[in-house]
């Protein structure tokens, strides 16, 4: 645990600060609410539906997508750490790591999952 | 105890003040940037030459109404700003501005603390801020506030692999990830980094503009597209912290980059005999310079470039850089392997 | 789309989200509403809302007197107020066949050109900010300043200029302005050249404007596109060479066209075309007659019993007037403006549909409307 200890502290710090600005502002600020105030902005006409409707499952994808690279590159970490010890044995192997991870990148690509262009309007 | 508490407590406490005078003061330096490409003044009223104006901007976000829409979410309302705004504060704990320091006879080091895997921390505790948007955007129950989030976290998870596997590829070089390592490296080495891996670099800075939503990549915040982003509906010190927030990542960015790419605290043209001088001014003097050097990049870019639209975003990040990354570290690890 | 589909299915769709972009919108360039279906950030359709800054004026008209008018036609397009004074007074000097002098012919186009790139300046920045280019911005409105500088001198006002009158102009050029806009001529092409530097090849700026908003020249004509928007997809029509009104057949210059239709050309076009203004300018400027600036024109403004309709090339396209007089009354019985902002925004949902949300904002910028002259 040695060098977390200062971590911890500066969460506490940051989180402290974050905090008191936040209740300072309850404190200091003027409090006049009205209605109209505290209405979600919609360009100055009442909102129309939720909000929080099902978003388009793009967005999904590429969350998955990056889990996966990012899970990656995780693996990434020790091994560039090790390389020179791991010499071309270990070249190899992330070698072919990389290239199960990118067939299914070039398959996902293929499938136009990275695609959010206009190419097929309506 | 003094070694154990007060010295670690005060050096948090500068390093933390630090970062928010800098941040209240890149808010003038962007403003006036902008103004002096755009032959416009800025801010001259508070203060001469509105060296004030980042004072009277925090005192009046303090004492703003501070608006919670009606339909927001109460608790997440409040804890998306904090959440964006503590990770971005706590990356500066493995940030080396220098090495040590005598001060009343003893020595200091010129980090708050140095992790073996610090540049792992780095990366892992900035992801957590983007929680912190995506929470805002929702909890604000509001169109605009919502689809800027989406954008906003669709786009830095994008980015995000295409810088960590460029920060992969200096792990390969220097052999370590605690920052202080990689910065002794570059001097061992008698090279910058963004000499030996210059791909890397410019992979850097381009995912570094888009993680911190900054022109051309400003889409989260698009205000001629999506209004005001995912912070629309924030007001006063909530809102703070959310502006705080993105100038102190951007400080953090360029920080990292100077670390990694432009050799820390390091002076320059060490090689050079006759500029040998150079190596008396203190390391944290050069650290500064170069981080302010590449946030004024950033503020250049800014005023000059138009804005990417989302789909050539996601475009550039997974099909352009991702792609060149992953060459850059292949390439590196040969050499590394060969070498 | 919403319609048979089975529920097996419908579980797993997402929901369109219905966005209403303005009228408080930083970038409708002013009390637009739009309201969007996205899927996505994708455009499904949109139905555009306008009338929120309605004043009437095609009414108005109708209690005021026909000099009095000239004020109402300023706040149309408030950005152009120049040219929407010429198309006005022109029309009331068809419909009672009166000549205007020649020096005062001279002087309106150079105010009506003068106004064209002072327009597309606005254009030029507003369209660029919406993109992104801040800085465009802020240089394209440093020139305009000095187009209004010209006309302020010229008429006392600086955006609203009430500087034409039914048979002429109300005053003759002061001393020296002439020479102020031969120095404006010479250094507006080498500041177009600046913006240029600054968008034409910058790759983002090419990506977000090449193949945007593709209209071809068959559908523009359908569906009443005018101005430089209309050129942009290829059809020659300008007023200007047409049926040539002012001073327009006195001088040379060419009309630009484009090949795509698409955001690009419209601003490739609109960028030369205040080149040819200002050669337009020179060409008035070297070969502007001397005499009188006001013809014969009656005390009393009351033209005969009858109707006219006059169009001018507005900087937005053609700007049509449309009036009828009894023949016994001062006011007359009716005005119609043809807007070119309110035809061409017609065009809008066809352009943006398919395109993301972005887009909208660049497509709005592209067909130049200004909202005074769309509700009017």
């Known amino acids: ?122 | 105890m003094i070694d154990m508490v007060v010295i670690p407590v005060f050096k948090m406490l500068v390093v933390i003040t630090a970062v928010l005078s800098a941040v209240a003061y890149m808010v003038l330096l962007e403003r006036k940037v902008q103004a002096w490409v755009q032959v416009r003044l800025g801010p001259m009223r508070v203060g001469p030459h509105g060296v004030l104006q980042p004072i009277a901007d925090v005192l009046k976000l303090i004492t703003k109404e501070d608006v919670r829409p009606a339909s927001a979410d109460r608790f997440l309302f409040t804890l998306a700003p904090i959440l964006v705004v503590v990770p971005a504060l706590i990356v500066f704990a493995v940030v080396p501005f220098g090495t040590s320091t005598t001060m009343f006879g003893k020595e200091i080091s010129l980090y708050i603390t140095d992790l073996d895997i610090g540049l792992l921390y780095i990366v892992s505790v900035a992801s957590i801020g983007l929680y912190g948007l995506i929470l805002g955007g929702w909890a604000s129950n509001s169109k605009y506030p919502l689809l800027s989030s989406l954008r906003a976290s669709a786009q830095i998870v994008s980015y995000e692999v295409a810088v960590t596997m460029t920060l992969v590829s200096l792990i390969v070089t220097a052999g370590s990830l605690s920052l202080v390592e990689i910065v002794k490296a570059q001097e061992a080495h008698g090279v910058w980094y963004v000499f030996i891996q210059p791909v890397a670099f410019v992979i850097f800075v381009i995912g570094a503009l888009a993680e911190t939503n900054r022109a051309p990549f400003d889409l989260p915040e698009a205000e001629q597209e999506l209004v005001g982003g995912f912070h629309t509906e924030y007001s006063g010190m909530r809102f703070a912290l959310f502006f705080l927030a993105e100038y102190t990542n951007m400080i953090v960015v360029s920080a990292v980059g100077v670390t990694m790419f432009l050799g820390g605290w390091l002076a320059p043209f060490s090689s050079v005999s006759w500029l040998a001088w150079l190596g008396l001014v203190p390391g944290w003097v050069w650290f500064s310079l170069k981080t302010f050097l590449l946030l004024s990049l950033f503020l250049w870019i800014r005023a000059t470039l138009p804005r990417y639209r989302y789909d050539q975003l996601m475009r550039l990040g997974w099909k352009v850089l991702i792609p060149l990354a992953l060459v850059n570290l292949a390439v590196s690890a040969v050499l590394k392997v060969l070498l | 789309m919403t319609t048979n589909r089975d529920t097996a299915t419908s579980a797993f769709d997402t929901d369109e989200l219905v966005i209403n972009m303005g009228p408080q919108h930083p970038s409708t360039h002013g009390v637009l509403r739009l309201v969007l279906r996205l899927d996505g950030e994708r455009v499904i359709d949109m139905d555009v809302v306008i009338g929120y800054l309605h004043r009437g004026v095609e009414k108005l008209t109708e209690q005021r007197d026909y000099t009095q008018i000239v004020l109402l036609t300023d706040r149309m397009d408030y950005v152009a107020a120049a040219s929407n004074n010429l198309g006005y007074v022109e029309t009331v000097e068809k419909l009672m066949s009166l000549e205007v002098p020649k020096r005062a012919q001279y002087i309106r186009t150079v105010l009506a050109e003068l106004q064209r790139i002072a327009s597309h300046l606005v254009w030029l920045g507003t369209h660029a900010m919406d993109i992104g280019a801040v800085t465009v911005f802020l240089y394209c409105l440093r020139e305009r300043e000095l187009v209004l500088d010209l006309f302020e001198e010229y008429c006392g006002a600086r955006l609203t200029y009430n500087a034409m009158r039914v048979g002429g102009l109300p005053m003759d050029l002061s001393t020296g302005w002439e020479a102020k806009v031969r120095a404006f001529c010479d250094l507006l092409p080498g500041k177009i050249d600046d913006y240029e530097t600054l968008l034409t090849n910058n790759r983002i700026w090419l990506e977000r404007t090449k193949d945007v908003g593709v209209i071809s020249g068959a559908d523009a004509t359908a569906i009443g596109l005018t101005g430089p928007a209309l050129r942009a997809s290829g059809v020659r029509r300008d007023v200007r060479k047409d049926e040539p009104y002012a001073a327009y057949k006195d001088f040379d210059f060419e009309v630009p066209l484009g090949t795509r239709g698409d955001t690009y050309d419209r601003y490739t076009v609109r960028l030369i075309e205040m080149r040819q203004s200002v050669r337009i300018v020179q060409q008035a400027l070297d070969g502007m007659p001397d005499g009188p600036v006001m013809g014969k024109v009656p005390r009393l403004i009351k033209p005969p019993a009858g109707e006219t309709y006059h169009a001018i090339e507005s900087p937005k396209g053609e700007l049509g007037y449309f009036i009828v007089s009894d023949g016994q009354s001062l006011s007359p019985y009716r005005l119609r403006v043809r807007p070119p902002s309110l035809c061409n925004l017609q065009a809008l949902p066809q352009l943006a549909r398919g395109h993301l949300v972005a887009d909208v904002v660049a497509l709005i910028g592209t067909i130049d409307i200004v909202l005074g002259e769309v509700d009017r």
Do not use: H
């Not at chain 1, 388009?56 to 990012?70: G, R």
């Not at chain 1, 990389?98 to 299914?104: E, H, K, N, R, V």
């Open chain 1, 1 to 122: 645990m040695d060098g977390w200890l200062p971590i911890i502290v500066m969460i506490l710090l940051g989180a402290a600060f974050a905090g008191a600005g936040v209740l300072a502002s309850q404190f200091l600020g003027p409090k006049n609410p009205t209605p109209e105030k505290l209405a979600p902005y919609e360009c100055g006409v009442p909102p129309v539906g939720d909000a929080r409707e099902r978003m388009s499952v793009k967005f999904y994808l590429v969350a998955m997508i990056f889990l996966l690279f990012d899970i990656e590159v995780a693996f990434l970490y020790p091994w560039a750490l090790a390389l020179r010890q791991l010499g071309w044995v270990g070249y190899f192997q992330i070698l072919v790591f990389f290239a199960l991870l990118l067939s299914g990148f070039i398959y996902v690509w293929r499938k136009g999952v990275l695609d959010w262009g206009s190419e097929e309007r309506i």
